[in-house]
């Protein structure tokens, strides 16, 4: 068979192996990750500080391109930029120049062309950053906000630092993910980034109508039972299931999934007792998770919102100096 | 006015004579007029010298996308004929799906005519098997065969049913044309733009399952047992229906398939990094169903090779994955993929120009493909050694969606000639 490179994708890694766009969690390093979150450490204080504003990205342009709908992710993305003193651009994608006929490359270059140099983007379509990543200069590194359902790299990280804080290490940890995972492009990344950083046994929970096609070759254990795959874990991350689709082929009732897969009281008590409970939100009270565990002793629901700032804030400066050391060695060599 | 040729020397290879050997050929008025010995008294207009080379018949392929009319913005029959003979292609077989729909003589008449414009490739339209390809009314069979379609198809456009189904092959079979079918069930592939398999299931891509394709297949063999119609089978991508159709063939049905070029190179590994170069459908699937395609090929129940020739404007290509047009424009790359194959063992020599020669000649039921004495003198003459770099301005083809682009391939048709009239020459291109 004709042969095609092997090696993973090297577009979000810099020639010094820094991490220069921030795209999906494949493809890099236990060390990479680990950086992220020491790094995300350092900026959790910035959010309790009276001016709440740090000069990494001070007279850098970002420009937040959401094709698709995002209050939560966007906000958050919009407070680090901020907090980083970066120049924040929201476009609004719906009344933007792409409804009008202009293409997404065009957009692009039209874009770069008022020199933003940090695109957050957050896209429908699985690969879309992947895409604008190899369409952009190098004057311009591109975050994934979330694409289709293939990645949501910063809500994996800050799932991994909210872990860590409880946790403190990620060796011995089963931790159990649960729900609509096929639509999921939060479980993907959690998936890789729990195996990469360690994880001793990674779960996933959902009838076979919600789980993607081969998921066993993902590095999961897989249970239709929340019986038994609850069993002794450390961690659950429940998922949001969006309510369309109970409806049709995949789901036959909320009541039936929630009887079968929402986390209540009884089901929590299976793991161990001092498992915490995670949900990237919103969350769908009464589907996936009752009220009393949503804001119960257990969960850590509120702690991922704010970690998810500080992990932003991370990968943009990460993303950024990874920018910078690139186009200083081009212009050492030239 | 074609001339008398003399190709000397060469290396002559026709599955359809079960012929490999070095040897004269003589072509006079368009005909093969001998191989071996001259006849008495032929004086050649023409000496090629073929020493070191290959002297195969014309490829023919069943399945490329010229765009015309309607699409010019992507290619037309005059570019894409040119990049088919610069391929060693001499007959190319074009689907329907023009603007407006080949559903009528009209359009039909109007291919032929842009063909002869053109004076490369021959160019042998397949029609539409329904109205608009809108899967509901039966289109006019006997007036395309008539215009000159060799066959008629829906391409991937769903029926409305069934019943419909089952009347397009029965006025086929009593129009005696054969019905082209891509085997899909529209339900089942719905929105999806690769293999359902490990790497959809990573990328969050929507998949196509194979069995979109078997139990499609599956129908169609069923439909066409029980009409009796004659079908075949395009771009087949899975090992199970290459199983049901060997199966079908041995119960005596007429039928037959091709694949896709892609399909025997790639697996849908190679889509990891949302490359739309590889954005192709049907999908890129398995090692294991690429196997069995090759095997299919080796031992014939796979009946061609086809470039599944699909060019594109540059914007088509320019978007995320899944928003990309499917297709790849690789109609002058076929012959050096398909050597490589040979080369690596994955592919035997006869078996390989069978599937693009004879092979889709008996599909048409129409006596090319071959350098039996008689035969129309479509030939390619190969340089199986020469390496050559693919780049855009070297590809003739309108569409610079080729997945080889800066790629260097080794073996190309350096002359191509069409009914004894050399249309190609690449030492002249290069000039």
Sequence with gaps: ?334 | MSGRILIKGGRIIDPSQSLDTHSDLYIADGEVVAIGAAPGDFNADMVIDAAGSWVTPGLVDLCAYLREPGYEHKASIASESLAAVKGGFTTLCCPPATSPVNDTAAVTNLIYDQALTAGKAKILPIGALTKGLAGEQLSEMHALREAGCVGVSNLRYPFRDNQVMKRCLEYACSQDITVFVCPEDHALAKDGCVHEGATSGLLGLSGIPSIAETMAVAQWLILAEETEARIHLGQLSCAKSVELIADAKRRGLKVTCDVALANLIYTDAVIKDFNPAFHVRPPLRREEDRKALLNGVNDGVIDAICSHHQPHESAAKLAPFAETRSGMSVIETVLPQILALTTSGELRLDAAMRALTSGPAQVLELSMGSLQVGSAADVALIDPTEKWLVTESDLVSKGKNCPWLDTELVGLAYKTIVEGRVVYDRSMMME
């Design chain 1, 1 to 334: 068979m004709p042969s095609i490179d092997d090696e993973l994708s090297p577009l979000q890694l810099n020639r010094f192996q820094h991490l220069r766009h921030f795209l999906t969690i494949e493809g890099l390093s236990r060390k990479h990750l680990t950086d992220i979150l020491d790094t995300a450490d350092t900026f959790i204080e910035v959010g309790s500080r009276s001016i709440k504003k740090v000069p990494l990205l001070r007279g850098k342009t970002v420009a937040n391109l959401f094709f698709e709908a995002s209050t939560r992710t966007r906000t958050t993305f919009e407070l680090a930029a901020k907090r980083l003193s970066a120049d924040v651009l929201n476009i609004n994608i719906t009344t933007s120049a792409t409804s009008k006929g202009e293409s997404l490359s065009d957009m692009l270059r039209n874009l770069e062309a008022m020199a933003v140099d940090m695109f957050v983007v957050r896209h429908a379509q699985s690969g879309a950053p992947h895409f604008i990543a190899k369409s952009v200069t190098p004057r311009v590194s591109v975050i994934n906000a979330g694409d289709g359902r293939h990645a949501h790299p910063t809500q994996a990280m800050l799932d991994m630092l909210t872990i860590r804080q409880h946790k403190h290490k990620f060796e011995g940890l089963k931790v159990a993910i649960v729900g609509d995972i096929l639509h999921s492009r939060v479980a993907r990344s959690q998936i890789q980034a729990l195996n990469l950083l360690g994880a001793e046994e990674v779960r996933v929970i959902a009838p076979d109508t919600l789980l993607p096609p081969y998921i066993d070759q993902f590095g999961v254990k897989v249970f239709s039972s929340m019986k038994e795959g609850m069993r002794d874990v450390d961690v659950v991350i429940m998922l949001r299931l969006q309510k369309e689709r109970m409806e049709g082929a995949l789901l036959p009732s909320e009541q039936e999934f929630f009887r079968l897969y929402g986390l209540s009281q009884d089901k929590l008590a299976l793991a161990k007792p001092d498992a915490i409970v995670m949900h990237p939100g919103p969350i769908n009270r009464g589907v996936e998770i009752e009220s009393a565990v949503a804001d119960g002793p257990q969960s850590v629901i509120l702690n991922q919102v704010t970690n998810g700032i500080a992990v932003r804030m991370a990968v943009m400066s990460m993303a950024m100096s990874g920018q910078i050391a690139e186009l200083t060695a081009d212009e050492e060599v030239a």
